[in-house]
Protein backbone atom coordinates (compact mmCIF):
# COMPACT_ATOMS: atom_id res chain seq x y z
CA UNK A 1 0.00 0.00 0.00
CA UNK A 2 1.29 3.54 -1.25
CA UNK A 3 1.41 6.61 1.28
CA UNK A 4 0.64 9.87 0.56
CA UNK A 5 3.96 12.24 0.98
CA UNK A 6 3.98 16.16 0.24
CA UNK A 7 7.14 17.53 -2.38
CA UNK A 8 6.96 20.81 -1.94
CA UNK A 9 3.64 21.57 -3.73
CA UNK A 10 2.89 18.64 -4.72
CA UNK A 11 1.97 14.69 -3.12
CA UNK A 12 2.48 11.72 -4.15
CA UNK A 13 2.35 7.98 -3.42
CA UNK A 14 5.48 6.26 -2.03
CA UNK A 15 5.96 3.01 -1.08
CA UNK A 16 6.19 1.83 2.79
CA UNK A 17 9.82 1.46 2.00
CA UNK A 18 10.44 4.81 1.30
CA UNK A 19 8.32 5.89 3.42
CA UNK A 20 10.20 4.44 6.64
CA UNK A 21 13.27 5.98 4.94
CA UNK A 22 12.39 9.51 5.07
CA UNK A 23 11.26 8.86 8.39
CA UNK A 24 14.36 7.63 9.28
CA UNK A 25 15.98 10.69 7.78
CA UNK A 26 14.03 12.65 9.57
CA UNK A 27 15.02 11.04 13.17
CA UNK A 28 18.78 11.58 12.03
CA UNK A 29 18.04 15.07 10.98
CA UNK A 30 16.40 15.86 13.79
CA UNK A 31 18.88 13.98 16.03
CA UNK A 32 22.19 15.73 14.56
CA UNK A 33 20.15 18.92 14.65
CA UNK A 34 19.69 18.79 18.33
CA UNK A 35 23.65 17.34 18.95
CA UNK A 36 24.88 20.59 17.17
CA UNK A 37 22.65 22.35 19.55
CA UNK A 38 20.51 24.04 16.48
CA UNK A 39 17.30 25.40 16.54
CA UNK A 40 14.98 24.37 13.78
CA UNK A 41 14.37 27.63 12.95
CA UNK A 42 18.57 28.01 12.78
CA UNK A 43 18.76 25.13 10.84
CA UNK A 44 15.92 25.86 8.62
CA UNK A 45 17.41 29.58 7.88
CA UNK A 46 20.56 27.66 7.02
CA UNK A 47 18.80 25.39 3.91
CA UNK A 48 16.48 28.55 3.25
CA UNK A 49 13.37 27.30 4.11
CA UNK A 50 10.07 27.44 6.21
CA UNK A 51 10.64 25.89 9.66
CA UNK A 52 7.41 23.84 9.43
CA UNK A 53 8.88 22.68 6.06
CA UNK A 54 11.67 21.65 8.08
CA UNK A 55 9.94 20.22 10.74
CA UNK A 56 8.20 18.24 8.06
CA UNK A 57 11.55 16.95 6.77
CA UNK A 58 12.32 15.75 10.73
CA UNK A 59 8.85 14.30 10.85
CA UNK A 60 9.41 12.02 7.55
CA UNK A 61 6.24 13.76 6.25
CA UNK A 62 8.06 15.64 3.50
CA UNK A 63 11.01 14.49 1.65
CA UNK A 64 14.27 16.09 1.78
CA UNK A 65 15.21 17.36 -1.85
CA UNK A 66 18.07 15.63 -3.20
CA UNK A 67 19.60 19.19 -4.04
CA UNK A 68 19.58 20.04 -0.13
CA UNK A 69 21.61 17.45 1.08
CA UNK A 70 25.45 18.18 0.39
CA UNK A 71 24.06 21.73 2.30
CA UNK A 72 22.62 19.91 5.35
CA UNK A 73 25.02 17.67 5.60
CA UNK A 74 27.74 20.39 5.82
CA UNK A 75 25.39 22.21 8.27
CA UNK A 76 25.24 19.18 10.72
CA UNK A 77 29.02 19.02 10.25
CA UNK A 78 28.46 15.26 8.72
CA UNK A 79 29.34 13.48 5.64
CA UNK A 80 26.64 12.84 3.62
CA UNK A 81 27.23 8.74 4.52
CA UNK A 82 26.82 9.68 7.66
CA UNK A 83 23.49 11.78 6.50
CA UNK A 84 22.04 9.02 4.61
CA UNK A 85 22.98 6.22 8.17
CA UNK A 86 25.71 4.82 6.32
CA UNK A 87 28.79 3.90 8.62
CA UNK A 88 31.40 7.09 8.31
CA UNK A 89 34.18 6.00 6.01
CA UNK A 90 38.06 6.35 7.42
CA UNK A 91 39.68 8.68 5.05
CA UNK A 92 42.63 6.11 3.66
CA UNK A 93 46.13 7.17 2.70
CA UNK A 94 46.52 8.07 -0.94
CA UNK A 95 47.57 5.30 -2.25
CA UNK A 96 47.22 2.76 -5.69
CA UNK A 97 43.51 2.53 -5.43
CA UNK A 98 42.50 6.14 -4.99
CA UNK A 99 45.10 7.31 -7.39
CA UNK A 100 43.89 4.61 -10.40
CA UNK A 101 40.48 5.78 -10.05
CA UNK A 102 41.58 9.31 -10.16
CA UNK A 103 43.31 8.09 -13.68
CA UNK A 104 40.03 5.87 -14.54
CA UNK A 105 37.38 8.85 -14.08
CA UNK A 106 40.64 11.39 -16.34
CA UNK A 107 40.15 8.73 -19.24
CA UNK A 108 36.15 8.47 -18.88
CA UNK A 109 35.95 12.35 -19.37
CA UNK A 110 38.08 11.66 -22.81
CA UNK A 111 36.53 11.42 -26.17
CA UNK A 112 35.95 7.70 -27.35
CA UNK A 113 38.85 7.50 -29.88
CA UNK A 114 41.72 8.99 -27.41
CA UNK A 115 40.39 6.12 -24.61
CA UNK A 116 40.48 3.39 -27.33
CA UNK A 117 43.87 4.19 -27.22
CA UNK A 118 44.59 3.80 -23.49
CA UNK A 119 42.98 0.67 -23.76
CA UNK A 120 45.40 -0.68 -26.40
CA UNK A 121 48.52 1.23 -24.16
CA UNK A 122 47.18 -0.61 -20.94
CA UNK A 123 46.72 -3.64 -22.78
CA UNK A 124 49.87 -4.24 -24.34
CA UNK A 125 51.58 -3.25 -21.14
CA UNK A 126 49.64 -6.00 -19.01
CA UNK A 127 50.63 -8.30 -21.56
CA UNK A 128 53.85 -7.91 -22.02
CA UNK A 129 53.36 -8.23 -17.88
CA UNK A 130 52.01 -11.73 -18.21
CA UNK A 131 55.03 -12.88 -20.15
Given at each position: ?A????TGT???A?T??E???F????S???A???G?HL??V?L?????VA????N????????????????L??????????L?????????KR???????QY????????K?QQ???M????????????
Open positions: MTIIRHTVIQDRDFIELGRIAMRKNTQQAETLGQPTLAYELGQRRVPVSALPLAKALGVSLEEMGEPATKASGPAPKLAMERISQLPPRFVQVIESVLAQQGR
